[in-house]
């Protein structure tokens, strides 16, 4: 193994003893000498290399422009065709990130107490080695299990990096603050129900919208803000299309752009939304609206389902890989037949009913969400999600009457306990309405290219390595089985088993991503968990809230230091590294890094990651860095170097790439329709799959695990709010409002809040008040006001505005670099985390908690926080400190 090549790193090692804000300030020089120009410019020429942001999930193309080995300048690249050019404010804040005077710049050793916030210089060795020595100790005395990882969600292009070292490890708990709470629950409901991408624009999916040629009539945007979430891709995409006379609804209790243009704004109660799909299902349902040929044929709704084990009848269970084979109630003979994939023509199935099959109490799929959807009239949702009747109809109207078009659901439904529901709630309303793999629909298979995202490589080789009897220890999954998609340990059972050392106590954090207190649910709680802590180890661009709780930090690299590839419908693109400053690393290096020390030091499993007999040819790990790009790129016959010279490049003609009607199309193995990626290759409305799911971890796992307590549920269904603000409610007395968050476009995440130019744009966060709500509550417009719930009361300031439904409040997440040397740290002034609730009730499938739904109140505050900026001059301390790029840190393991 080689060791890591750093500039003279011998003479420069610093051994200061500091607090945070000083050991990473400007004051704290290198002395490094200009290395290499980036990218072989010239000193005096200017280059324009071609690279993609990462400062969100959206990958936008860039033009960074490079002179003297700086990056001057960003611009987009119109060449990308999701974003044609354009860039948002985060986008373009990439320079002040990359060169903020307060970037971690070297591995740092705290040398006081935990949270005294002193730290000491060490070098990349020291770190590996004092990180591999602790965590093979852990291992050896309390099991691999006592270490757990947790990583960025959205926007994170190293999320696979985390598991993969997990399993390498074998240690089952790894976790992020999305998972459960963001995406997942539309993967998996997409996955499990049709098998292809889930309908989320700002996760770079709806790829039909980017089609300048698309016939698409109608777009619902369910609690989802293009405008805000994916302003330079997504969100100009379905503004474009706006303009062309596209219709649009939107489903959102805040009045976004995108709801302020739309032909129907619905601002539902937040945490309803089932209740509303409901009455969407059974609207059309009713009317008999639905598209019937494909409900037919193509959906499993036909299929007599046993009502006692919720189980379909079948006649033959198939092992081959072709579908079982289901029975139909056919009404020519009066007799429940067998019908073989993918149809029997001689049959005329009945779609609703119940029937008695050899004594066996049957109903069709379709009956059983006739009579889920029952009890939900206009009237009732209206009741429950504080709308205008009339205008849910109108809703309906829009979406069914403008075929084709698609439902497009955010993350909003992800963030409370009715996650999972939400999810197969849409998947029913576009398949209901045939809205599935035609031109102008959102539900598509197009292929990918099989070089970007790395997730494939990175993760997948690794999971032979976690042993059955730690899988069985993750914790949380038992329960909620639908995180195994993912891999993930739920972050609330984390928690609980520090605190209470059931069903054993983890002792080591690895933690790599922002601000975990801005980001996970109820926050504060996490505090007595971090005291017990043996060791907690933090890598990130620059310190964050919970840099001060670490023992070591570690320096992460910026997104303009990095490299990857990068794929946008059908075309390839590269991140490329157009500069690189001090000792940062790139995480997925370091992760293989400390892969290998524990290896070196005997760990056998670790040893079995790097060992290609074992592993064959998908070794999880790699002796280069460019050996995992070259791999990545071998998807289409290239060297990452010839892969960077050729990009932008597609790897498709567009044609070709549109590949609509999947399902129809022939498998030339069976000669059959290709059908969805589900067991019976129909689109599975109704969900008999998850049963399975929650009484063994299948499709997820290849052995059985312990049940869950109870079994899920196949349809959707409605839970009203744990805290609820409905009359009767008691709770609802002293916390009156509902609080809501949401994105806005300046941050990600916890990111970005040290940028002088965006802050001087949002400095501090403010609450959306409704104006009936700010004279009944006494808070006037620009005021700052405390906000309260059961665990915690932070302050914000007032927006009293129309664009909030009364009853509810809205804010987003926020914390201070400012006050990070501070006994606060940064993140318990404006957080909304420290309101939100990480404790049950939770999804049953997902685990998920409340981060949005859930009661506050609010009053007068006597003024902002002690110690935070809100003048732009105070910004001026954070303006880039254009540091020299020096060599690249040496790529070998
Ligand atoms: N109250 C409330 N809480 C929320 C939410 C909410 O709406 N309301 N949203 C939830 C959601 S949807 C999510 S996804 C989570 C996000 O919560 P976290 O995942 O904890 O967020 P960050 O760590 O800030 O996100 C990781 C950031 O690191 C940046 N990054 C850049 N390069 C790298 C790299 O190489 N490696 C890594 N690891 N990171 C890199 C990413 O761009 C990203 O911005 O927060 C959740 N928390
Ligand atoms: N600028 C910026 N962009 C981001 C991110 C970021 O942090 N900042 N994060 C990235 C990530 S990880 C994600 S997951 C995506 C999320 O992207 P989107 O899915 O677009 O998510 P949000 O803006 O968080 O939430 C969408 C809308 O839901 C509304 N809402 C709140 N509660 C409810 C409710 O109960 N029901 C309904 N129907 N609507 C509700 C909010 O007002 C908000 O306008 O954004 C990504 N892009
Ligand atoms: S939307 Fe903005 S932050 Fe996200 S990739 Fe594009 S430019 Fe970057
Ligand atoms: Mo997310």
């Known amino acids: 193994m080689k060791q890591l090549v750093l500039n003279r790193r011998q003479f420069l090692k610093a051994t200061a003893v500091t607090g945070i804000a000083a050991a990473f300030s400007g004051s704290f020089k290198t002395g490094f000498t200009q290395g290499e120009a980036a990218q072989g410019a010239t000193a005096s020429e200017t280059k324009i290399v071609k690279t993609n942001c990462r400062a969100c999930v959206a990958n936008c193309g860039v033009l960074a422009h490079v002179k003297n080995g700086r990056v001057v300048k960003l611009e987009g690249n119109p060449e990308y065709p999701m974003s044609k050019g354009a860039l948002c404010a985060k986008g373009l804040a990439g320079i002040q990130a990359l060169y903020h005077p307060n970037r971690n710049k070297y591995p740092m050793i705290r040398v006081g107490k935990r949270g005294e916030n002193k730290w000491k210089r060490i070098s990349w060795d020291e770190a590996l080695d004092t990180i591999a020595k602790k965590l093979m100790e852990t291992r050896e005395k309390y099991g691999a299990e006592a270490v757990f990882a947790s990583t960025g969600g959205g926007g994170n292009p190293q999320f696979w990096s985390v598991p993969r070292f997990c399993n390498a490890f074998d ?38 919208i980017y089609d300048d040629e698309t016939p698409i009539k109608t777009l619902i945007l369910w609690g989802t803000d293009p405008s805000y979430s994916c302003p330079a891709g997504g969100g100009a995409a379905v503004a474009e299309l706006r303009a062309k006379g596209v219709k649009t609804v939107v489903i959102d209790p805040r009045l976004t752009p995108d709801a302020a243009k739309a032909d129907v704004w619905l601002p539902i109660r937040p945490g309803t939304d089932v209740a509303l799909m409901l009455a969407w299902t059974r609207y059309i349902l009713d009317k008999k609206i639905y598209d019937q040929e494909f409900v037919m044929k193509w959906t499993n709704l036909p299929y007599l389902v046993d009502v006692n084990t919720h189980m379909m009848l079948r006649v033959g269970e198939h092992h081959d890989g072709t579908p079982d084979t289901f029975m139909v109630w056919d009404t020519k003979t009066n007799s429940a037949q067998p019908v073989s994939y993918p149809w029997n023509d001689r049959l005329a199935p009945a779609l609703e009913g119940s029937f008695t099959v050899n004594g066996v109490e049957c109903k069709t799929g379709f009956q059983l ?8 009239t206009l009237e009732k949702a209206a009741e429950i999600c504080w709308l205008d009747v009339n205008k849910i109809e109108e809703a309906i109207r829009v979406y069914t009457q403008n075929a084709p078009g698609g439902i497009s659901l955010g993350v909003a439904t992800d963030q409370n306990p009715n996650s999972m529901q939400a999810a197969m709630g849409v998947v029913i309303l576009n398949s209901l309405m045939g809205n599935v793999e035609k031109p102008g629909t959102l539900m598509q298979r197009f292929p990918m290219s099989g070089v970007a995202p790395l997730f494939g490589y990175i993760v997948q080789p690794g999971i032979k390595l976690l042993s059955e009897g730690q899988l069985k220890k993750r914790l949380g999954t038992i329960e909620h089985k639908g995180l195994l998609q993912w891999w993930a340990a739920q972050p609330s059972a984390v928690l609980q088993a520090i605190l209470t050392g059931k069903p054993y106590k983890p002792r080591v954090w690895l933690e790599r991503s922002g601000n975990k207190f801005v980001t996970l649910g109820n926050s504060s709680s996490w505090i007595p968990a971090i005291e017990q802590l043996d060791f907690i180890v933090h890598m990130y661009m620059y310190p964050t809230s919970f840099s001060a709780y670490a023992d070591i930090l570690l320096p992460a690299q910026e997104w303009l230091e990095t490299e990857m590839p990068v794929e946008s419908c059908n075309m390839l693109f590269a991140r490329q590294a157009v500069t690189h400053l001090w000792e940062t690393m790139d995480e997925g290096l370091f992760w293989s890094k400390l892969a290998k020390r524990c290896a070196d030091m005997g760990h056998e499993n670790c040893k079995k990651a790097f060992d290609p007999e074992f592993m064959g040819k998908d070794l999880p790990y790699w002796d280069k860095w460019e050996d995992l790009l070259n791999k990545c790129t071998s ?16 790897f498709m003609p567009k044609k070709k790439w549109k590949n609509y009607y999947l399902y129809k199309q022939t498998d030339l193995k069976t000669g059959m329709p290709v059908g969805f990626g589900t067991p019976s290759k129909k689109l599975e409305i109704y969900l008999e799959s998850i049963i399975e799911l929650g009484r063994t971890g299948k499709p997820f796992t290849t052995y059985p695990l312990p049940p869950a307590s109870k079994d899920y549920d196949p349809l959707p269904y409605f839970a009203e709010p744990h805290e609820s603000p409905l009359e009767g409610s008691q709770l609802a007395k002293e916390f009156p409002l509902v609080m809501t968050n949401g994105r806005i476009p300046f941050f990600h995440h916890g990111t970005l809040r040290n940028v002088p130019w965006l802050r001087e744009i949002y400095p501090v966060p403010e609450i959306w008040i409704n104006p009936k709500d700010s004279v009944k509550y006494g808070v006037s417009h620009g005021e700052w006001v405390f906000v309260e719930s059961q665990r915690g009361k932070i302050r914000a300031k007032a927006n009293i505005t129309e664009g909030i439904r009364p009853g509810v409040v809205y804010m987003e997440r926020f914390w201070t670099p400012e006050t990070l040397d501070t006994d606060t740290h940064g993140w318990q002034e404006m957080n909304v985390n420290i309101l939100s609730k990480n404790d049950a009730p939770f999804n049953d499938v997902i685990g998920t908690y409340t981060l949005r739904g859930y009661l506050v109140k609010i009053s007068k505050a006597d003024g902002p926080p002690k110690g935070i ?12 400190e254009p540091s020299d790029p020096t060599p690249l840190v040496d790529k070998e393991v």
């Open 635 to 650: 998807a289409v016959n290239m060297k990452w170097e010839e892969y960077t010279q050729k990009i932008p490049f597609e």
């Open 869 to 880: 900026w809100l003048k732009p001059e105070e910004f001026k301390k954070w303006l880039p």
């Open 369 to 376: 969400l006739k009579e889920r959807a029952e009890a939900y």
């Open 171 to 208: 240690t089952p708990n790894w976790f992020e603050p999305g998972c459960a709470q963001c995406y997942l629950p539309r993967t998996l409901a997409f996955g499990m129900m049709y098998g292809g991408a889930d309908t989320s624009i700002a996760d770079s999916n709806c790829l039909e």
